[in-house]
Each structure stands twice: as C-alpha cells, then as structure tokens.
C-alpha cells in the first residue's frame, strides 16, 4: 500500500509538472504568421513659398491614410491602405483623390521591441476631377512596440505618382517622406 501511494504522489508531481509542456500556449510575436494588423496615419501640411523677399501662394494638404495587415508567413506581411484620401489646397482653388494601395513587406523579426522593415507600394489613384492614375514606390524604416501590442512606425517612403490623362505624357508627383504613424498587432 507504502508503495502505491508513493507511485500515486510522484505520477500526480509528473502530471502537474508536464501542464505547463501540454497546455502551454505559444506566445504571440509581432511578425509571426497569421498575425494582423491595423492602423494607419493622417498628416497636414501647410507652407508658403518666399521668393527675393516676395511672399507667393500658401498651399495645404490633408492625408489620411488607413491600413490593414496580414502575415502569410514569419516576417512576409501583405499589407492595403484600402482607401486612402488627399486634398489639396492653393488660392482659391483644391483638388482631392482617393487610392488604393497594396504594400507587401518583409519585416525582420527578432527577439528585439523593434522590427525593421521594406515595403513596395504600388496602387491607383482616384482623382475627384475624373480620371484615374497610379503611384508605386517603397518605404523603409522600423516598427517599434511602445505599449502591449501597439507599434510606433518610423519610415522613410519615396512614392511617385502619375497620370496620362490629360494625352501630353506623365502629370504627376515625386514625393519622398519621413513618417510617423500607429499601428496595432493581434
């Protein structure tokens, strides 16, 4: 019977010591397969030109830009900014579009807070005055965590856009960027 209870106890220690081996859940990373993301940017810019002392035409601009994501593996991400929107101001006059834009991105991830990552970018635009464009380009930067499962992106992007509407050859932007923006992982 001596002998019983002690196989008894020592297979309940073995058993209580193997639940956290059978039931353990793996721990969540950013960047690991089937995780997502979410979030995106909004941004103002306002300026006036001076030219040899003479103050020119003040311009604005509003960008939204949302963003979704999903890793079909560790470290590869394909990544929309489903429905991105600008407006443009100078004068009296404005003009606004609408884009959509797919961003694969490979982000290189580590045991760290922060994730490197590239992207491309390429989508089409929409203006409001008719028509349709395009814009591709990429972005480059870093994916850091500041809180639980919030990320701060700081990234550098050159995004060319353009147009053949108006039949006389490309009318368009080269932008290059440094951004800031939040997203969140699960």
Known sequence: ?????????????????????????EIQRFGMKGTREIGGSIAFQSWTPVYNGQTGT????????????????????LGFNPLGFTANWSGGSSAA???????PSYNFVSDAKSTPFIEGLLGVVL?????????????????????GNTLLNIAAEYLITGSSSNGSGRYGSNIFMVSASLTAWF
């Open 58 to 77: 003040g311009f604005s601009t509003l960008n939204v830009a949302p963003f979704i994501g999903w890793f079909l593996s560790d470290g590869f991400e």
């Open 127 to 147: 203006p409001t005055s008719g028509g349709s464009g395009y814009s591709y380009g990429g972005r480059v930067g870093t994916k850091t965590e500041i809180a």
């Open 1 to 25: 019977m001596r002998k019983l209870v002690q196989h008894g106890i020592c297979a309940g220690f073995l058993l209580a010591g193997s639940q956290p081996l059978l039931f353990a859940q």
């Open 97 to 103: 579009a609408a884009s959509i834009t797919a961003a």
